[in-house]
């Protein structure tokens, strides 16, 4: 076991455009989360695309809602994010950004 440290650098630079249509009982959100990625030590990068689109529509007015959608995202993990969660974390453990390809969801809300 040697008491190495471990160095990790990243830079994260992302745009979320994105169209959204409101209408009487319509609402929808057509975007998309586009990241460049890159690995500052081994000096290798890359693009990433994820969706960002939702939709809803009102059933019954003011009463029942059906709606749905697509995300996903690039969530930079700090080490004091990891801990809190695990407290026995090693303190040389080597982290990466998490890669959140595709999180599709549905459902609905009324009174």
Do not use: C, Q, W
Not at 25 to 53: C, H, Q, R, T, W
């Amino acid at each position: 076991m040697t008491n190495d440290e471990i160095h990790y650098n990243y830079l994260n630079v992302g745009v979320v455009p994105n169209f959204e249509v409101l209408r009487e009982y319509l609402s929808i959100n057509l975007g998309a989360k586009v990241y460049y990625l890159m690995d500052l030590k081994n000096g290798e990068g890359a693009f990433k695309a994820y969706p960002n689109v939702d939709a809803s529509y009102m059933l019954i007015d003011e009463v029942l809602t059906i709606f749905g959608g697509a995300t996903g995202g690039l969530t930079y993990n700090t080490y004091e994010d990891l801990t809190t969660e695990n407290p026995f974390l090693s303190p040389n453990f080597y982290s990466v950004p998490t890669d959140e390809k595709y999180r599709f969801y549905a459902g609905m809300k009324g009174k």
